[in-house]
């Protein structure tokens, strides 16, 4: 079991003053009210029969839109100093759908919590397609219409979500949203999200922004072996999930032989993407096992990856794993930043997690506990190595609708009854509140 926070003997360590404490959602796995927005890729993608597990819909969710003002008293009891959340650009393209963000953003603010809005969270407008250029262009007019209505009052911005899982999963394998199966021809999915985040940029700074970041995915890439095939597997899933989608932010480059593979004018293009950045943001799991390709289908972490892929993936052994079989690697968070400082030196920004968590089901959710307080540790040592950390969200609130898992995987730190709409808080909900108050 975890220790208690406030155990004198074994304290989580103090973190520095200003240090934002925060929880995270998005808006297509919590909102639902699917009948006050347009549809969205994920719409489209539940309604195909077996796209989702057990066969659910975010049409309800946790139906935050109509029970909101109860979830930000819950924010305001966790003591959290920051909610991010999404913001649903299908819901903004319908009348009144912005109604619902100013009414959000002005509960939070009297509750004491800063609203920090994320803009792309994988729930695409149905008509729009990630291949199509257009779509960036559209996507900065999208997010020059929120911060007109929304700027006064919200300061902190996150351009996208995860644009590698989006890319990987919903372009290339095809298991979440839109269900293609691309494979390396995903390629300009991955490009256009990039330059959809540096036009993004340049809307907020149009508009005064002046604390702006992007939630990029990211975790150590382990060898299978010291074998030359393992390595250069290893290093090429590197470049794929990681240096892929965080050097042209920060170096403004793409890694080698890989700009070349990109649509359109691509040097202009970079510098558009490689605005420079206030933060960045880093969304953390768990690292990655990874070795020469099989010539087998894998399943794994509940996606199946296909045979023709140049690495495989390859279990992590002798760890603990949450209820969704992930591992727990803690130690992996303080590698990846460390990493990270060591590589981008000074071209890295200071740096927030903006997710971290686990699925574990109950309400005594001791492994979820155990889990946040490694990996707060762990946020610790990195600090204390150099890294300039100046937040940390957890995943997530509430439990939620888990894209293709659908209502099979539990996140949250409140429990929710699909059927009756309870929240409920967890074990881990007290614990995390228990932290919040130790650091003051």
Request: net charge negative; proline share 7%; with cysteine.
């Amino acid at each position: 079991m975890a220790n208690d926070p406030r155990d004198a003997a074994h304290p989580i360590p103090q973190f520095p003053a200003g240090f934002l404490w925060g929880v995270s959602t998005s808006a297509h796995q919590i909102e639902g009210a699917a009948d006050k927005r347009e549809p969205s890729v994920w719409d489209t993608f539940s309604a195909e029969p077996g796209r989702v597990k057990d066969g659910s819909t975010a049409a309800v969710a946790c139906d935050h839109y109509h029970r909101h003002t109860e979830d930000v008293a819950l924010l305001k009891d966790l003591g959290v100093g920051a909610y991010r959340f999404s913001i649903s650009w299908p819901r903004v393209n319908s009348p009144g759908g912005l109604d619902f963000y100013d009414r959000l953003v002005d509960e939070l603010l009297a509750a004491g919590v800063r609203p920090v809005p994320t803009l792309f969270h994988w729930d695409l407008p149905a008509q729009l397609d990630w291949l199509e250029r257009d779509t960036a262009s559209l996507f900065a007019e999208y997010v020059s219409t929120v911060v007109d209505r929304l700027g006064d009052r919200v300061q902190k911005w996150i351009t996208l979500n995860e644009p590698a899982e989006h890319t990987l999963l919903g372009h290339a394998l095809g298991t979440h949203a839109p269900g293609k199966q691309l494979l390396f021809d995903a390629l300009p999915v991955a490009h256009h999200q990039l330059l959809a985040h540096g036009l993004a940029v340049r809307a907020l700074r149009a508009a005064g922004a002046t604390d702006i970041g992007v939630a990029n995915s990211h975790g150590p890439t382990w060898p299978a072996s010291r074998e030359p095939a393992d390595l250069e597997a290893a290093a090429f899933y590197d470049v794929l999930l990681n240096r892929l989608f965080a050097e042209p932010l920060l170096l403004g480059e793409y890694p080698e032989g890989l700009g070349e593979l990109m649509p359109g004018d691509v040097a202009a293009d970079l510098k558009i993407i490689g605005e420079p950045l206030d933060w960045y943001g880093v969304n953390y799991y768990a690292p990655t096992r990874v070795g020469a390709p099989q010539g087998t289908e894998i399943e794994f972490g509940g996606i199946t990856m296909p045979a023709e892929l140049p690495f495989s993936v390859r279990e992590i052994e002798d760890v603990p794993v949450t209820d969704f079989g992930w591992p727990v690697v803690p130690e992996g968070l303080t590698e990846l930043l460390t990493t990270f400082k060591d590589r981008y030196g000074d071209r890295l920004p200071p740096v927030v997690i903006t997710e971290n968590g686990c699925s574990y089901e109950g309400v005594d959710d001791q492994g979820r506990i155990a889990y946040l307080d490694g990996h707060i540790r762990a946020l610790h040592r990195a600090l204390e190595a150099g890294v300039d950390v100046r937040g940390y969200f957890v995943w997530s609130l509430l439990d939620n609708f888990e894209w293709a898992e659908g209502y099979a995987r539990r996140f949250g730190l409140v429990h929710v009854d699909y059927a009756t709409q309870t929240r409920t808080p967890k074990a881990s909900y007290r614990w995390f509140r228990d932290v919040l108050r130790a650091q003051g």
